[in-house]
């Protein structure tokens, strides 16, 4: 069975370098970006490309190792790798975000940056691990967060997106 975890370092936490004092809204805002965050690395994860595109805005932009530098626009790009790659997948994988760090602009957009690793078991049942610097953008539209862009530097992987 496919099984997700995601854990992250709490960017209130102790072990924390930023030593800002942030008001409790701030902090209950940052917190729901990670959320969110979390929630689309999940459904990348289970291959879920319904979920994935309703947290997506529909000309969303990215640069992704996959991409080969180019800016790619809109969902098809990432279609391809849901319908025949990640929904194929039934293997574990756990992803870990580590050190996010939030900028809140405005009440209706913020942009997360973080280390993602990815741990999953490959074609030939090995243990891999692979790293992955994301830095997303998110937009409140209607009370819903969406993405409008993210960058994804690291080598190209094979459940990373």
Aim: glycine share 4%; charged share 25%.
């Amino acid at each position: 069975m496919r099984t997700t975890v995601l854990l992250r370092k709490d960017p209130e936490s102790s072990e924390s370098t930023n030593t800002t004092i942030e008001d409790e809204d701030t902090r209950v805002r940052k917190q729901d970006i990670i959320k969110v965050t979390e929630q689309l690395i999940e459904a990348i994860s289970n291959g879920d490309f319904e979920s994935y595109t309703k947290m997506c805005d529909p000309s969303v932009t990215a640069f992704e190792p996959e991409a080969l530098g180019n800016l790619v626009e809109g969902l098809d790009f990432h279609r391809f790798y849901f319908e025949n790659l990640w929904s194929k997948n039934s293997k574990p994988v756990h992803t870990t975000i580590l050190n996010p760090h939030i900028h809140l602009v405005g009440e209706e957009a913020a942009c997360i940056a973080y280390i993602r690793v990815t741990q999953y078991i490959d074609a030939n049942g090995t243990p891999r691990t692979a790293q992955s610097e994301e830095t997303r953008v998110w937009h409140r539209r209607d009370g819903k967060w969406q993405i409008v862009h993210f960058h994804r530097s690291g080598s190209p992987s094979t459940l990373s997106n």
